[in-house]
C-alpha cells in the first residue's frame, strides 16, 4: 500500500527557518515525482512543483520558485520542501503528493499545517 | 501557463440529483486532465484522470468526459458522502494547475 506520511503542525514567526518531510512507503520511491501542494485556509489547492527522487530534478511553479526549495533523502525514502525566510502569508496546509505513471497525481499524504505569526 | 476555469463555484443538490462540474483549459491539453474530491480537513483524493479513466470500480457513479479545452465531471446520483469539494488539474504541462474547486452543499 502506498503511503505518504508528513511531519506534524508547525508555528514559526516571521523570517525563521523550517523544513517539513514526507516519508514516502510501499512503492519504489525512486521512480515516481513528489509534488508538493498550497492549500491556504479557506481556499483552493495550488500546485507548488515537483522533484525526482531519482536524480532531484525540480521544478517550481513561478508563484514559489525562489520561496521554496525541494530536496529528497533517497536513503531514507523522504522528500522536504525548506523555507528560509517564513512571511505571514506562508500559513496553510502544505500536503505532498506521487506523480504517477500518468503524470497526474495520484497519492497524497496527510497535510502538514504550518502556521507563521509573529 | 495553462488556465483552469471551473465552474460553478459552488452547488446546492439533493441526495439522488444528477450533478455536472465543468473545467475549461485556457490552452489545448488533450487528456491530460484529473478531478479530485475533497472533504473538510481530509487530503484530496483522486477520482479520474486521462479525462474519463476512473480511479476505483467502487467509484462508478463518477464519470469524466471532454478532451481538449473543455471537460466535464458528472456525479450520475448523488449520494451523502459526495457532499464535497472537487478540484480539477491539468497536467500536460509544468507548471501544473487545479481548477478554482466547485463546492457541492446540501
Known amino acids: 500500500e502506498v503511503q505518504l506520511v508528513q511531519s506534524g503542525a508547525e508555528m514559526k514567526k516571521p523570517g525563521e527557518s523550517l523544513k517539513i518531510s514526507c516519508l514516502g512507503s510501499?512503492?519504489?520511491?525512486?521512480?515516481?515525482?513528489i509534488g508538493w501542494v498550497r492549500q491556504m485556509p479557506g481556499k483552493g489547492l495550488e500546485w507548488m512543483g515537483i522533484i525526482h527522487p531519482g536524480d532531484s530534478e525540480t521544478r517550481y511553479s513561478p508563484s514559489f520558485q525562489g520561496h521554496v526549495t525541494f530536496s529528497v533523502d533517497t536513503s531514507i525514502r523522504t522528500a522536504y520542501v525548506q523555507w528560509n525566510s517564513l512571511r505571514a502569508s506562508d500559513t496553510a496546509m502544505y500536503y505532498c503528493?506521487?506523480?504517477?505513471?500518468?503524470?497526474?497525481?495520484?497519492?497524497w499524504g496527510q497535510g502538514t499545517l504550518v502556521t507563521v505569526s509573529s | 501557463d495553462i488556465q483552469m476555469t471551473q465552474s460553478p463555484s459552488s452547488l446546492s443538490a439533493s441526495v439522488g440529483d444528477r450533478v455536472t462540474i465543468t473545467c475549461r483549459a485556457s490552452?489545448?491539453?488533450?487528456?491530460?486532465l484529473a478531478w479530485y474530491q475533497q472533504k473538510p480537513d481530509r487530503a484530496p483524493e483522486r477520482l479520474i484522470f486521462?479525462?474519463?479513466r476512473i480511479q476505483s470500480a467502487l467509484l462508478s457513479r463518477f464519470s469524466g468526459s471532454g478532451s481538449g479545452t473543455d471537460f466535464t465531471l458528472t456525479i450520475s446520483s448523488l449520494q451523502p458522502e459526495d457532499f464535497a469539494t472537487y478540484y480539477c488539474?491539468?497536467?500536460?504541462?509544468?507548471?501544473?494547475?487545479f481548477g478554482q474547486g466547485t463546492r457541492v452543499d446540501i
Open positions: 503528493a506521487t506523480q504517477g505513471g500518468s503524470g497526474s497525481i495520484d497519492y
Open positions: 490552452h489545448d491539453i488533450g487528456n491530460d
Open positions: 488539474l491539468q497536467y500536460k504541462t509544468f507548471p501544473r494547475t
Open positions: 486521462g479525462a474519463s
Open positions: 510501499g512503492y519504489n520511491f525512486h521512480l515516481y515525482w
